[in-house]
């Protein structure tokens, strides 16, 4: 859900208009940079696990908003919810790890390309 995670920083970009829509883009997006960089050490279907499942992302969260609190600028929290919200959007679009590795959960909108330009559109 390419659109919908910039959808959510620029929605988020809205309660706190000091902190730069980059930074909330970047952190939307985070779980798939960090799955990018993976790929190198770890096979592609392991890689979700380690970006994508919940703990991943509470973790991945926690550690781009402290980051973000060192600059001791505001806007950590919202960093750590745009982080967050990358999880509930690929949930429409993908299948991706709850816990584990299996089971996968999602709509699987991608095998879908109609359905899946309508939600994003």
Do not use: C, N
């Not at 809205?14 to 883009?25: D, H, N, S």
């Not at 696990?49 to 991945?60: E, K, Q, R």
């Amino acid at each position: 859900m390419y659109i919908g995670h910039a959808a959510i920083a620029l929605a988020l970009s809205r309660r706190e208009k000091r902190l730069p829509i980059a930074l909330l883009t970047l952190a939307a997006f985070g779980p798939d940079w960090l799955e990018v960089v993976l790929l190198l050490p770890v096979k592609e279907q392991d890689s979700a696990i380690y970006t994508h499942s919940i703990p991943a992302v509470l973790l991945g969260g926690a550690v781009a908003a402290g980051l973000y609190a060192a600059t001791r600028r505001p806007g950590a929290r919202l960093v750590f919810l745009a982080w967050l919200l990358h999880w509930p959007a690929d949930l429409l679009t993908g299948r991706k790890p709850l816990l584990f590795r299996e089971p996968l959960v999602g709509l699987d909108l991608y095998k879908l390309p109609a359905v899946d330009f309508a939600l994003e559109s």
